[in-house]
């Protein structure tokens, strides 16, 4: 069984810089695919960024390219997002994400994942 525990959101203004963390535990989460995935106030859960875990591999959503970046320490079990030039749509609960050992290489939607974190705040203002 895998945990994940977010950290580092918060409120910040448009154009700020954000980074949160997720910590992981239990059997083989250092070889699997691990990513974010949010979910804005009154709409479903979106796929943000996926790692693969070499850290070699990465997928993003469109809407965050060029302005997040998610990286992993494996030597930590930590698993972080970069966030830059924040827009107040970016607003929602960030949460950690991890699918299951040995099931694919990389993630592109939030159904590849199996286990979640309880998620983290991130507020936008304009």
């Known amino acids: 069984q895998v945990q994940l525990v977010e950290s580092g959101g918060g409120l910040v203004q448009a154009g700020d810089s954000l980074r949160l963390s997720c910590v992981a535990s239990?059997?083989?989460?250092?070889?699997?695919?691990m990513g974010w995935v949010r979910q804005a106030p009154g709409k479903e859960r979106e796929f943000v960024a996926a790692l693969s875990w070499s850290g070699h591999m990465t997928t993003y959503a469109d809407s965050v390219k060029g302005r997040f970046t998610v990286s992993r320490d494996n030597t930590k079990n930590m698993l972080y997002l970069q966030m830059n030039s924040l827009k107040p749509e970016d607003t929602g609960v960030y949460y950690c994400?991890?699918?299951?050992?040995?099931?694919?290489?990389?993630?592109?939607?939030?159904?590849?994942?199996?286990?979640w974190g309880q998620g983290t705040q991130v507020t936008v203002s304009s």
């Open positions: 239990g059997r083989g989460i250092s070889i699997t695919v």
């Open positions: 994400a991890a699918r299951r050992v040995g099931d694919g290489n990389i993630a592109t939607t939030r159904e590849d994942f199996a286990s």
